[in-house]
């Protein structure tokens, strides 16, 4: 495992969690680093990703407002804070390096180094 996510746990609805992305273990602060998530019986999904210089943050449709994806060179590290959390958010989240790119690319395959996920549960 070459990144290290860190941070889920349990939380009730509307609480809050920041989940890191530590990346000392690789080339990281040159390239875009992305948050996915996969709940139960569904398939993995975009949930954030920062360009290598840190101006440029996407987000899914499901999360903007609530979610800000950031990232500390001093520390290698990106960072994922979450407000506002819905039961829905419940799920393992992932982080990942892209494999080339210093783009905020949204699509799987444009990811090579990932994280081993850390479980986020929302109550209701």
């Known amino acids: 495992v070459q990144l290290q996510a860190s941070g889920g746990g349990l939380v009730q609805a509307g609480g809050s969690l920041r989940l890191s992305c530590a990346g000392s273990r690789l080339p990281f602060n040159n390239y875009a680093v992305g948050w996915f998530r996969q709940a139960p019986g569904k398939e993995r999904e975009f949930v954030a990703a920062?360009?290598?210089?840190?101006?440029?943050?996407e987000y899914a449709d499901s999360v903007k407002g609530r979610f800000t994806i950031s990232r500390d060179y001093a520390e290698t590290t990106v960072y994922l804070q979450m407000t506002s959390l819905r039961p829905e958010d419940t799920a393992v989240y992932y982080c990942a390096r892209s494999l080339y790119s210093r783009s905020a690319d949204k699509e799987e395959k444009d990811y090579g180094y990932w994280g081993q996920g850390t479980q986020v549960t929302v109550s209701s």
């Open positions: 920062i360009t290598w210089n840190g101006r440029i943050r």
